[in-house]
């Protein structure tokens, strides 16, 4: 077969044809492993392995479409938050100083938590630490975010503390493994300080802006179909949609970790992570605040938005344009016995292999339509639902109490794997889950609970050689 046709064609028929085959009792390993994703994103593909391997334009942005992805990029990097270097609008409370900052090369910037054990002591933690009464209400004086950074002259809304509580465990072959939890603590409170007993505290690191484009391109009706049909009662695996209800519209919940937005949030991340004023939230996000007062000592103007809707859109053009990285060694023996231990744990189950964009692409928040994203066969590794991860591990599991749209506090949206096996060489680290509490892929997999139990133990039962070709697989793609 041609290798282009081989990547490009649809394994819709081959995925069935495997599941029949699980359902009739036939043991995986006589199934043949479905073939063809290398690429990635189809025509959104690049073969980069480099630190920029997630910070690449896809092929079809050429002409007027290059010059606004460049000025995207531009502002996505951009410290002062403004493409025409006047005022920035920075502050005057913020969780990140640019887009960049905290995505570096449209990865995962490496957050504090670890190095600085909590917020970061020089402007920068890279990372959102949400807040609210146990009753899920939230705080008068601070809003959903704790900004634990502030410009020069304004005291910050709090800092975040964490410790890590170590345990350790043992796979059945005697091979040992550590899971790290960890313990939240607010300090430094700019106004009252809220008691820990009335206090919820959940921590988000990054996520990798990988395929954003192809996701908010996705057919809704795939996503739905999956839903309706991802109940596996012999694995305890059902997966379910979130929907969102903003301006009036309730829409399908696509992006963030629980999949509690319907699109790539390019208005609020300015608003709420950089204090950014713009049409949608006009208003400083720390209006009300003693903080706004602050400001306006320190010579800050709010008479006028800090970045037009048009600048926003660059934004989103330059983020829905990034290419996906191809898989790598994808004919090494390692990685395929890897591939072979993932279908046998299930984890294809959740992470679902293969998807399809809608004909006619994706919408940007100002109306201009990128028909390229449409009709591709992509391979996020997602099925962009919300599953149970479990409550009971170390006592707390991965249930954060945190409620978004429909997804409860023990509820995530799978995560998209494309593009995890280069995050060390993009970011240089390999901390992974919401708050970045797994150090590597090992520990990662093992804070599965819940629906992801049943993976959990197929993987703990295999060999150490077979956990190590499945960790193979994983930095393939």
């Avoid at 969102?244 to 992570?273: M, P, Y």
Wanted: contains cysteine; negative net charge; aromatic residues 10%.
């Amino acid at each position: 077969m041609n290798g282009l046709l081989k990547y490009s064609f649809p394994i819709c028929f081959s995925l069935l044809a495997l599941f029949a085959c699980e359902n009739d009792g036939i043991d995986v390993d006589d199934i043949e492993v479905p073939a063809g994703f290398a690429l990635s994103a189809g025509t959104a593909t690049n073969f980069l392995t480099s630190s920029y391997a997630y910070d690449r334009s896809a092929d079809w942005i050429t002409g007027a479409y290059d010059k606004r992805f460049t000025r995207g990029d531009k502002l996505y990097d951009d410290i002062r938050t403004s493409s025409n270097g006047i005022g920035g609008g920075l502050g005057p409370v913020y969780a990140g100083y640019s887009c960049g900052s905290c995505h570096r090369n449209a990865g995962r910037t490496q957050p504090t938590l670890w190095s600085e054990g909590g917020s970061g002591s020089s402007g920068f933690s890279s990372m959102l630490v949400y807040i609210s009464r146990k009753n899920g209400a939230f705080f008068q004086d601070y809003g959903r975010v704790l900004h634990d950074q502030a410009i020069y002259g304004v005291k910050p809304e709090g800092k975040l503390k964490v410790e890590y509580t170590y345990e350790t465990f043992q796979f059945p072959d005697g091979e040992t493994y550590e899971l790290c939890k960890p313990n939240y603590s607010i300090y430094e409170w700019y106004a009252d300080s809220i008691k820990p007993e009335d206090l919820f505290c959940t921590v988000r690191i990054p996520l990798r802006h990988v395929g954003m484009g192809q996701m908010m391109a996705l057919d809704p009706t795939e996503i739905e179909a999956l839903a309706a049909k991802s109940n596996y009662p012999e694995y305890g695996i059902s997966g379910r949609c979130n929907y969102i209800s903003e301006r009036g519209v309730r829409s399908l919940g696509l992006s963030g970790n629980k999949a509690q937005h319907a699109d790539l949030t390019v208005e609020l991340g300015f608003s709420s992570d950089m204090g950014v004023t713009n049409s949608r939230y006009p208003e400083e996000i720390c209006e009300g605040q003693a903080q706004v007062n602050q400001g306006s000592m320190m010579g800050l103007s709010y008479a006028q938005l800090d970045v037009s809707t048009e600048e926003m859109e660059n934004v989103d053009l330059y983020m829905q344009s990034l290419s996906v990285p191809a898989r790598r060694n994808v004919n090494n023996e390692q990685v395929i016995k890897g591939e072979q231990n993932f279908y046998k744990a299930k984890c294809h189950l959740c992470h679902v292999t293969t998807l399809h964009t809608k004909p006619r692409g994706s919408v940007l928040l100002n109306g201009t339509r990128l028909p390229w994203l449409g009709s591709q066969t992509i391979h996020p590794y997602s099925d962009f639902l919300l599953h149970d991860m479990g409550s009971e591990i170390m006592g707390v599991g991965l249930n954060d109490n945190y409620v978004s749209g429909l997804a409860r506090g023990n509820e995530w949206r799978t995560t998209p794997l494309w593009g995890i096996g280069l995050q060390e060489t993009v970011n240089g680290h390999t901390y992974f889950l919401h708050d970045g509490r797994a150090r590597n892929y090992v520990e990662a997999i093992m804070w599965h609970g819940g629906e992801g139990e049943a993976s959990k133990n197929l993987f703990k039962k295999m060999s150490k050689e077979d956990r190590d070709a499945l960790v193979a697989f994983l930095k393939s793609l």
